[in-house]
């Protein structure tokens, strides 16, 4: 693992940098550091979870021993001796072939599932906690994987439990139940033995276990097939103690004869159909049966000690599972041919007591349940420290591993303690534990094959396993009968196997910090927004749901204005444009070491913005101002695309961000621009504060970016940050017309914001939840007489950003109407403050204060003159109007005004008359924002 590399950055020419990161002019030395991570990134790496085992040796276990082994082991377990006569005897013979074909069948999908994924990359430890997480992110893994831990340890107990039942059954029949005790922790302690003793061990003990396992299962299935018929034992009145506990009504009042019968066909036909009663229904026995595939992953958990896990895994995993559905298919066969119903369904140990000697099976029980209760311990134990390593819960004490082998021997004493306490869920009772252990199990099982699915629908280049016969629907179908198969065997422990798994994943989703494994979210959320484009048709949306999306232009970091455009969009598009004036061409820079970053670089631009992890490797200028922006937009919690254009003009640069903004339909319709102010100013100081107090007392969130406080009722970034206007950078008043014309020909809505800065104290309170002093009003000046034919062209723009800007200001702020007319008689003006009812009924706008300000003259028509002498009479308006605003809108937090009509020709002339009046028009008032409609189409809609 490499080592964990500095944060990257890098600057370019002050000019452009010099609004987003300093107040302070001058050159700015580019600078990025070395990094680790796809697309040249930063990303972070597991740093201190392996700082600990980066020399360690790792085993280099094979398929044999390492797979297929310890699968088969762990699937041949106490059900094979003790229970495969139960399930016939209940299910019937047809019945079994059913279950255990249903078990495999969603054991096969999920193993092919998990090997599809384990041969698509270098598999670590962990087995399916490693898969999920690496696959869909450290909350659904952690969550999974914690849950398949808690599985393997009551697996571990379980078959403890069996063992210790058959000896006490075999050699103490009136034992005390405190034998039941001994037995159980001396069990534990020998395999506690084993694990410390590592994977070499295990492997060993395993081969020796196998060979054992093998000879019993082969004797005892010898006995009944060439064995003679004859009484083995018999059965008290009412059952066995088990069948009594199980269902004293099914069975004779007087005692049986225990009979075994060579393999005749009559019996086995008397076995052939299900025979289930209350308490041994088909959901209890498929319990009990589906137990058996839990040891298919046991090789997974392994995959840190395989030597090869990519191939290991597919090869021995299928194998072990054919052999062991091929095992259990010829028991069921034998028993039920050989045993009456009546037999197999009281006595448990029928097989014991039939074969040429009980001590054969006594020991198969004995290797299976000893073996497989080793194998979840010793593979619990990878998943915990695995799990541990990562720190995604505070475990990190059971992550450390030897220096030889990487045993984690921490992780399997806490493993040891739970399953000695473990062995007591359900007094003891075999099928009690079955139920939790399946839930915990289908678990895993499900999120395996969602991880598979997903893989496979995102049609990621990279996803290319080598394994190539998993399908996203088959992984589905694994999915879906995981899930399916919890919820039908018990939904108390359905729900609160669900209820454990949220509680876990939203406690990681919430503390843990961001992991670099890449998540498949990403991509299918990618594949999905690319499809549904493509169904999203410019022209197509209705008035109803009409939304403005809003193309801010920037040059510098107007917060007051950036969170008004976001405001505007009501949960609409947001973008970005800012431009880089490039005149040498395109360069990347050197790269060079953090210290240097720091020395370099001005004060200003420390800590916060390089310990932000959001700078590219090895970039140009305009690069590193789209990362200055992304940073600063992710401090202020403004969801917004950036888009920085490169060009020799900021006219050039802006028009074809214009004209090139945003994918398919999915397109910005409203340009917001700052007014352009003509005079010089000093420079902002808000990205000056932001970093200064980031650095000071702010909070790193789990990511490792600096964050301000969202209600911080002391923080200088949410209560104090001075009123400033932006600008568009350098340009003349003819290319900022220019700019206003490009907008209209591309059919866009203008948004000319201006004084936006004052607009800092009304979103100060509204992010801190100060108390607001007093309700001001959003005015809506409509200029000149209106009617239904001319409403989208004058009016419904105006209103419908109004009623946005007025939602924004949650209730601190009315709605104001206030019509701008030229009235030759007294009655006229009666009209119009009733038309301005009826369209604040029709427009379902709440409530909003009406009013009708008298004007001397009509609003001037047509283009705006090309000369002064010319324009005399607009001027002559506006001055009026903007006299009008000042009376009533002087103490209004945002006013929403037509802009002006362009030029017809556009000269360096008629640019500054223009220019000249929107300045009449907006000086000395409140926050101003001038509309003009581009758009075709409907914005308000009127009818349901």
Known sequence: MNSVHSADAAVGHQKELAPLLSPIHGSLSVNSASINGPGGYHTAELGAKEDDT???SRNQLGTINGVYIPCLLNILGAVLFMRVGYVVGYAGYLGAIALFGFSNLVAVLTAISFSAIVTNGKMGGGGVYYMISRSMGPAFGGATGLLFYLCYVINSAFNATAMVQDLISTFFKNAPSIYFTYFYHGTLFFLLMVALAGADAFARLNMLLFIALIVSALVALFSLVFGHSHVVDTLPANGTSSCHHQDPAHFPM???????????????????????????????????????????????????????????????????????????????????????????????????????????VVAGVAMATLSTSLGAMFGASRILQAIARDNIVPLSYFGKGTKKGDEPLRAVCITWALVNAFGYIGGGSMESI????????????????????????????????????????????????AI?????????????????????????????????????????????????????????????FWR????????????????????????????????????????????????????????????????????????????????????????????????????????????????????????????????????????PDFILRVNRQLSINCKVDKA????????????????????????????????????????????????????????????????????????????????????WATLEERVALLLQHAHLAQQAFVGRCKLRIIQFAHCMFPEELTVLRNNLKDLAEATRINMPELLVVEASSSPPLGPMPMDMDSALPTLEYNRALNDAMRSHSQDTTLAF????????NLTAASADVYMGCLNILTSGLPPMVLIAKGERGSVISTHI
């Open 54 to 56: 980066s020399e360690v």
């Open 254 to 360: 007087r005692e049986t004869e225990v009979n075994f019968y060579a393999p005749n066909s009559h019996t086995f036909h008397d076995n052939l159909f299900a025979d289930f009663t209350d308490k041994n229904n088909q959901v209890v026995v498929l319990a009990l049966v589906y137990t058996t595939t839990c040891g298919i992953m046991v090789g997974a958990n392994l995959s840190g000690d395989l030597k090869d896990p990519g191939k290991s895994l597919p090869r021995g995993t299928l194998l072990a599972m054919l052999t062991s559905f091929s095992t259990y298919m010829l028991y069921a066969t034998v028993l039920a041919a050989c045993f009456p119903r009546e037999i197999l369904q009281c006595e448990f140990l029928v097989l014991q007591k039939a074969a040429i000697s009980p001590y054969v």
């Open 434 to 481: 079955a139920q939790i252990l399946t839930d915990f199990f289908l678990t895993a099982c499900a999120f395996v094959n969602l991880s598979q699915m997903l893989l496979s629908l995102s049609n990621a280049p990279n996803y290319r396993p080598s394994f190539q016969y998993a399908t996203w629907w088959s992984s589905g179908l694994g999915f879906v009968l």
């Open 484 to 544: 399916s198969l919890m919820w039908y065997l018990n939904w108390f422990h359905a729900l609160c196997t669900c209820i454990a798994w949220i509680v876990i994943f939203v406690y990681i989703t919430v503390t843990c910090e961001e992991k670099p494994w890449g998540n498949v979210h990403q991509a299918i959320l990618y594949r999905a927004i690319v499809y549904k484009l493509r169904d999203l048709v410019v022209g197509r949306t209705h008035a109803k």
């Open 548 to 683: 403005s999306s809003v193309l801010l232009l920037a040059q510098d970091a107007d917060y007051p204005l950036l969170q008004l455009c976001k405001k505007l969009t009501y949960e609409g598009l947001f973008m970005v444009g800012t431009s880089h004036i490039d005149d040498d061409g395109i360069t990347l820079r050197p790269v060079i070491d953090q210290e240097s970053i720091v020395s370099e670089a001005p004060a200003i631009v420390e800590p916060a913005f390089l310990a932000s992890k959001m700078l590219p490797h090895q970039t140009s200028d305009a690069a590193v101002i789209k990362a200055s922006w992304l940073w600063l937009l992710d401090q202020l919690n403004l969801g917004a695309f950036v888009q920085v254009g490169i060009g020799k003009t900021r006219l050039e640069v802006f028009r074809t961000l214009i004209s090139c903004a945003g994918l398919g339909a999915l397109v910005p319709n409203t340009v917001a621009l700052p007014y352009q102010e003509f005079k010089s100013r000093p420079p």
């Open 704 to 787: 490792g970016i600096h964050r301000c406080c969202k209600r911080g009722k002391t923080c200088a970034v949410c209560n104090f940050r001075p009123a400033h206007n932006s600008t568009l950078g350098e340009m003349t008043a003819l290319e900022y017309t220019q700019l206003l014309l490009s907008i209209l020909e591309q059919e866009m809505n203008i948004l000319v914001v201006r004084n936006s800065g004052e607009l800092d104290g009304m979103f100060g309170s509204i992010n801190t939840w100060a108390a607001a002093r007093q309700v001001s009003f959003v005015d809506v000046w409509i200029l000149g007489t209106w009617d």
């Open 897 to 904: 005004v037509s802009l002006p009509a362009l030029p017809e």
